[in-house]
């Protein structure tokens, strides 16, 4: 992508959070990724679960080299704004923090996010203090690269088992303050939750998970003041679930999992006109 168009998929992306709300879906290759612009959706975001799922690894087992080549397929895959799961950094400390955002920037994405999960079960959040500094190196490491890239701030608490909302609240708005463009709790399940995610940090566009929150609705969803919505590694496992119900049964020998497949025609024209 020439850098022209790569200022003008960027801004575009940036365009779709200053008002309404979009879905953006999470596909984990190429070819999900072509089906998806093909369907309409008019940007993208990648799943390091659902893509970690296909490489045979749990998430979180990714390593950064891996992961930026995945994410400069993805970007080159279609002309769509690609905002990337970029877990916690893939990163120590800090100043490593910096370095891989910066390396990230260099994917083409359009947006990129860091969490604040420390992958530690007896401590899954990281500190506060060191979510804040790596918040810091992140947004620092994108003001360098002089691209418009956005970023997103993560607070995962909800989601690896500290559903606690005022510490959530406090952890955003640290991130927003120190320059976060765009704000996420994944695992939010009720309006009021969800309400007072976008009141902490409002102006700023908030990210919701699909998830638990799908029971809301879309429309719910968008008069709350949520600004996107995002499908994470749940598209990923709707692909699993599709194989596994295909192929489980045939281990006893039949073949009732086959009935309803896409076409392989279908995807044959839709990936062979590109």
Same mark, same amino acid.
């Given at each position: 992508?020439?850098?022209?168009?790569?200022?003008?998929?960027? %801004?575009?992306?940036?365009? @779709?959070?200053?008002?309404?709300?979009?879905?953006?879906?999470?596909?984990?290759? *190429?070819?999900?990724?072509?089906?998806?612009?093909?369907?309409?959706?008019? %940007?993208?975001?990648?799943?390091? $679960?659902?893509?970690?799922?296909?490489?045979?690894?749990?998430?979180? !087992?990714?390593?950064?080299?891996?992961?930026?080549?995945?994410?400069?397929?993805?970007?080159?895959?279609?002309?769509?704004?690609?905002?990337?799961?970029? /877990?916690?950094?893939?990163?120590?400390? *800090?100043?490593?923090?910096?370095?891989?955002?910066?390396?990230?920037? /260099?994917?083409?994405?359009? +947006?990129?996010?860091?969490?604040? #999960?420390? +992958?530690?079960?007896? /401590?899954? &959040?990281?500190?506060?203090?060191? #979510?804040?500094?790596?918040?810091? %190196?992140?947004?620092?490491?994108?003001?360098? $690269?002089?691209?418009?890239?956005?970023? =997103?701030?993560? $607070?995962?608490?909800?989601?690896?088992?500290?559903?606690?909302?005022? /510490?959530?609240?406090?952890?955003?708005?640290?991130?927003?303050?120190?320059?976060?463009?765009?704000?996420?709790?994944?695992? @939010?399940?009720?309006?009021?939750?969800?309400?007072?995610?976008?009141?902490?940090?409002?102006?700023? *566009? =908030?990210?919701? &998970?699909?998830? *638990? #929150?799908?029971? @809301? +609705?879309?429309?719910? @969803?968008? !008069?709350?003041?949520?600004?996107?919505?995002?499908?994470?590694?749940?598209?990923?496992?709707?692909?699993?679930?599709?194989?596994?119900?295909?192929?489980?049964?045939?281990?006893?020998?039949?073949?009732?999992?086959?009935?309803?497949?896409?076409?392989?025609?279908?995807?044959?024209? &839709?990936?062979? %006109?590109?």
């Amino acid at each position: 992508m020439s850098s022209s168009r790569l200022a003008e998929c960027r %801004a575009r992306f940036r365009q @779709l959070h200053e008002s309404g709300c979009f879905m953006l879906p999470n596909p984990w290759d *190429p070819g999900s990724a072509k089906w998806l612009a093909d369907a309409g959706f008019q %940007a993208l975001a990648s799943t390091s $679960s659902g893509y970690a799922f296909s490489r045979g690894h749990a998430d979180g !087992e990714i390593g950064v080299d891996e992961m930026l080549a995945h994410l400069r397929e993805l970007v080159a895959a279609t002309g769509l704004p690609v905002n990337a799961d970029f /877990e916690a950094g893939h990163a120590d400390h *800090p100043e490593g923090v910096g370095e891989n955002v910066r390396r990230c920037v /260099e994917t083409g994405v359009a +947006g990129l996010s860091i969490e604040d #999960a420390s +992958g530690n079960v007896d /401590e899954p &959040l990281l500190a506060f203090d060191d #979510a804040v500094a790596r918040m810091r %190196a992140a947004r620092k490491a994108i003001d360098a $690269s002089g691209e418009d890239v956005m970023l =997103v701030g993560r $607070s995962e608490g909800f989601l690896v088992g500290r559903p606690d909302l005022d /510490e959530t609240l406090r952890r955003l708005q640290a991130y927003a303050e120190i320059g976060a463009d765009c704000l996420y709790a994944p695992g @939010l399940t009720t309006r009021e939750q969800i309400a007072a995610v976008v009141e902490a940090v409002s102006p700023k *566009p =908030v990210n919701v &998970l699909l998830g *638990p #929150a799908a029971k @809301l +609705g879309f429309a719910t @969803l968008a !008069e709350l003041g949520v600004r996107r919505i995002s499908t994470g590694g749940a598209l990923a496992l709707a692909a699993w679930s599709g194989f596994t119900q295909a192929a489980g049964p045939m281990i006893e020998g039949r073949f009732d999992g086959f009935a309803n497949t896409v076409s392989r025609g279908d995807l044959g024209q &839709l990936f062979g %006109a590109r």
